[in-house]
Structure formats: structure tokens, C-alpha cells
């Protein structure tokens, strides 16, 4: 530092006290002590000063860095979230896309199967109609032809007893049996 500068400062300083050009009231000694207050911060005071601000400066840095490596991991994170939701989004549409078909083709046999299941059962109750009617017509064919046979029987037993044996009778006797056959 430069004392000859100092000392040209005070000695001029001096000079304005003693001509009265400066007058000592309170305000002039605030001023003259916030003034030396300053001289000595700065020739005293300002390495350590500038360290102490140094090392705010390199605190502030160091946590700005942090934050914003912070706030890159976090967008980082934030993109790969939404990529595997997106992703499993995709997979969850597959999925049910596969499942709709799965269960198509499960409707599609269930149909099938309940198709081929009532064409059985009424394959099986038509059997059972046919064979109710076979025994129907077994039975009525039955007593049809006992009646008959046994209508045959007193006709041409009389006829033998008689012994004749003309054409117009036998077909005379078959028309009656016939008509009787439709009567009953």
C-alpha cells in the first residue's frame, strides 16, 4: 500500500480541520469513522473477507451442481418411468388383445360344443320317437294281421266246409276284408 499517499490524505485533512473548513458535529464524525471503518476493512480485512466469500461462492457451486445433477437424474428417472409405462402399457394391450382371441376361441367351442350337445339330445329324442313309433306300428301291424288272420280263417274255414272255392267269392271275401281291414 501507498503511505505517502496516506499521509497526504490525513495532512490535507488536518489543513480543513484547523481553517474550520470541516466542523466536527456528529454528522462529520459518523461520516469520518464510517470512513475509517471502510479504510481498515479494506487494507485489514479484505483477505480474509475474500476468503470467507470464496467460500460461500464455492458452497453456493457446489450445492447449485448438486441440484442440477439432482434435477438430471430425476428427468432421467422420469423419461425411463414413462418409457416402461409405456412399454408395459403396450405389453397390457397385447395381452388383452391375445386374451379377447383366447376367449373367442373358447365362445367358439363352448358353441360348438352346445350345437353338437342339442343335436345329440334331440338325435336321441328322435330315436326314442322312432323307436316309440316302430312299436306303435310293431303293435297295431300286430293286430292288424291277427284280425286279419283270424277274419281269413272264418272265412275260408267256412268256404272249406262248403269247399267252394269260386273266383268272384275269394275275391268277393278279399274286398270285405279289406273293407273291414279300413274300418278298423
Given at each position: 500500500m501507498n503511505y505517502s499517499l496516506i499521509f497526504q490524505f490525513s495532512l490535507l485533512i488536518f489543513v480543513f480541520i484547523s481553517k474550520e473548513f470541516i466542523v466536527f458535529n456528529e454528522e462529520v464524525l459518523v461520516l469520518l469513522s464510517f470512513f475509517i471503518f471502510i479504510f481498515l476493512v479494506i487494507n485489514y480485512g479484505k483477505d480474509s473477507i475474500n476468503e470467507s466469500l470464496n467460500s460461500k461462492l464455492e458452497e453456493i457451486k457446489?450445492?447449485?451442481?448438486?441440484?442440477?445433477?439432482?434435477?438430471?437424474?430425476?428427468?432421467?428417472?422420469?423419461?425411463?418411468?414413462?418409457?416402461?409405462?409405456?412399454?408395459?402399457?403396450n405389453n397390457v394391450k397385447k395381452i388383452l388383445e391375445f386374451s379377447k382371441l383366447e376367449l373367442k376361441i373358447v365362445e367358439n367351442y363352448f358353441n360348438i360344443l352346445g350345437r353338437n350337445k342339442t343335436k345329440l339330445n334331440f338325435e336321441d329324442k328322435l330315436k326314442k320317437i322312432v323307436n316309440c313309433e316302430s312299436q306303435k306300428n310293431v303293435f297295431i301291424q300286430d293286430f292288424y294281421l291277427s284280425n286279419l288272420n283270424n277274419f281269413f280263417i272264418t272265412k275260408y274255414g267256412t268256404l272249406l266246409k262248403f269247399e267252394i272255392f269260386n273266383k268272384s267269392i275269394r275275391r268277393n271275401i278279399i274286398l270285405r276284408s279289406l273293407d273291414n281291414f279300413k274300418n278298423l
Open positions: 457446489n450445492e447449485f451442481d448438486f441440484y442440477k445433477n439432482l434435477q438430471k437424474q430425476t428427468i432421467s428417472y422420469l423419461i425411463n418411468y414413462h418409457k416402461k409405462q409405456v412399454l408395459l402399457v
